[in-house]
C-alpha cells in the first residue's frame, strides 16, 4: 500500500493518497485546497482516483472537493452529521475571508463499521465525533486516517467550534481509537504521523 501525503493550503491540511500501488486505484482522503496540485501528484503516481473520503467537512478538508470531483468523477464519501458543514462551504469560507465555490453533493453517506472497498483496499469506516458531529476515521490494514481528532505529540482536536464536544472527543479517542492494536500508524489532519502505541503512552490524555 502507498500513502502519499499532500499538504495542501494556509492550514496546511495533509491530503492523504491512498492506494494499492502504483498505476492502481486509489482514494484521495481531504482534498482540502489545490485540486491541480493533488491531481498532479495522482497522475504522478498514475492512480485513478474511485472515492472522495471526508474525514470531516470543515472548509481546510473538502475546499478542493469540487476540483477533484470534476476530474476524476470518484465519488464523495462523508458522514450525514457533517452535512451541514459541507453544505455550508462557502460561508465557511467566507468567514475565514476567502471566496469559494460550494462544493458537490454527497455520493454517498458513511456510517461506523461500514467497509468501503475501492480495487484491493479495503476502509472501515469509525465514526469518531467530538471534532465535529460526523468526523470519522478510515482504517484501512493497519494505518488510520483520523482527520482532526487528535494530533501527534498528544494533540486533539478543537472542540469549541460548532457542534464540537469534549466529551464525544474523549469517548472516540479513549474508546475508539486507543482501542486498535498499538502498532496501529495513525495519519491525523494536520501535522506528521504517529501510532496508536506512542499517543497511548504519551500518558498526556488527560482532558
Ligand atoms: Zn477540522
Ligand atoms: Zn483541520
Redesign the pocket.
Known amino acids: 500500500m502507498i500513502v502519499e501525503t499532500v499538504p495542501i493550503g494556509v492550514n496546511e491540511t495533509n491530503c492523504y493518497l491512498v492506494a494499492e500501488a502504483r498505476g492502481g486505484q486509489g482514494v484521495v482522503i481531504d482534498p482540502g485546497a489545490d485540486a491541480e496540485v493533488i491531481l498532479e501528484r495522482c497522475s504522478a503516481l498514475g492512480l485513478s482516483i474511485a472515492k472522495i473520503l471526508i474525514t470531516?467537512a470543515?472548509w481546510?478538508?473538502i475546499a478542493a472537493v469540487g476540483g477533484v470531483k470534476e476530474k476524476t468523477s470518484a465519488e464523495i464519501c462523508c458522514h450525514r452529521k457533517d452535512l451541514p458543514l459541507y453544505n455550508a462551504l462557502v460561508e465557511q469560507l467566507l468567514y475565514m475571508g476567502f471566496e469559494g465555490d460550494s462544493a458537490p453533493p454527497v455520493d454517498h453517506f458513511v456510517r461506523d463499521g461500514d467497509e468501503i472497498t475501492v480495487g484491493n483496499l479495503r476502509f472501515t469506516v469509525l465514526h469518531t465525533p467530538g471534532?465535529?458531529p460526523g468526523s470519522v476515521s478510515y482504517l484501512t490494514g493497519n494505518s488510520l486516517f483520523c482527520?482532526?481528532v487528535l494530533f501527534e505529540g498528544g494533540g486533539v482536536?478543537?472542540t469549541d467550534?460548532p457542534g464540537g464536544s469534549m466529551s464525544q472527543l474523549r469517548d472516540s479517542i479513549t474508546n475508539r481509537i486507543f482501542s486498535l492494536p498499538p502498532e496501529t500508524a495513525v495519519y491525523p489532519?494536520h501535522g506528521p504521523a504517529t501510532t496508536v502505541g506512542r499517543e497511548k503512552s504519551s500518558g498526556i490524555y488527560l482532558f
Do not use: I
Open positions: 470531516h470543515h481546510d478538508h471534532h465535529s482527520g482532526d482536536g478543537r467550534l489532519g
